[in-house]
């Protein structure tokens, strides 16, 4: 079966510090990979997605860039972090079939809860 | 782009009752899907439903795609079932974004 990684769970961080968030993903190939944050508890904004290894398509614009140096992973990165980089981040994946109307259920990992101080 | 909102955001019920939340979207859509987030955080697949009707225990979906909304109802409930719902919409397929997009949410409380 499928499943996803991501790690840290917490990470608190300093201001101008680096960020490297990981999400891995176990048991299929070629999904599209996705990071969400969630502010105040409600909310998720979609960051980044990607459909294959060196692909990347940002939502918005933001202190932040994504990776994909694997087919099964995908990593969010900071070279400085801001305060308002605080958040839960998420990672997920989705799974295409090759059918324009394939299923293309979403699953989610644990996701980090970054606190920037 | 898409807009996708939720109602009520708010909603406090007592265990044993039953509550419906609703989910609109403003544009065609391929996929939807309700999750439930925990306080933990953790986000649980509750429906994969782009059109028509499932059930799964207490918990049953309805989307109706052609008037772009969708239904949850949650019957005889639980304080476990506390914390966040959202539906969230993926584009149809010709728009070719491969995007799922999230609704504002609804924050449920369960007393018993």
């Known amino acids: 079966s499928q499943t996803i990684h991501q790690w840290p769970a917490t990470l608190v961080q300093p201001v101008g510090s680096p960020l490297s968030l990981e999400c891995t993903v176990e048991?299929?190939?070629?999904?599209?990979l996705y990071w969400y944050r969630q502010a105040a508890g409600r909310g998720l904004q979609l960051l980044f997605y990607s459909v294959g290894i060196g692909q990347i398509s940002s939502e918005v614009p933001q202190n932040l860039s994504a990776s994909r140096p694997q087919d099964r992973q995908f990593i969010l990165s900071s070279k400085k972090l801001l305060l308002s980089d605080s958040g839960f981040y998420l990672c997920?994946?989705?799974?295409?079939?090759?059918?324009?109307?394939?299923?293309?259920?979403?699953?989610f990992g644990q996701g980090t809860r970054l606190t920037v101080v | 782009g898409i807009q996708v909102e939720q109602s009520p955001p708010d909603l406090i019920l007592q265990e044993g009752a039953n509550s419906t939340l609703r989910c609109n979207f403003s544009?065609?859509?391929?996929?939807l899907q309700w999750f439930h987030q925990n306080p933990w955080g953790q986000l649980i697949n509750l429906f994969y439903i782009p059109s028509g009707t499932k059930q799964n225990g207490r918990l049953s979906a309805t989307t109706v795609a052609t008037e772009r909304y969708s239904l949850l109802y949650i019957s005889s409930s639980q304080t476990t079932d506390s914390g966040v719902y959202f539906c969230a919409v993926e584009l149809f397929r010709s728009y070719n974004t491969d995007k799922l997009i999230f609704g504002t949410g609804t924050r449920l409380q369960v007393f018993p």
């Open positions: 997920a994946w989705t799974t295409r079939w090759g059918s324009m109307q394939a299923d293309t259920e979403a699953f």
């Open positions: 048991g299929t190939s070629n999904p599209n």
């Open positions: 544009d065609s859509v391929n996929n």
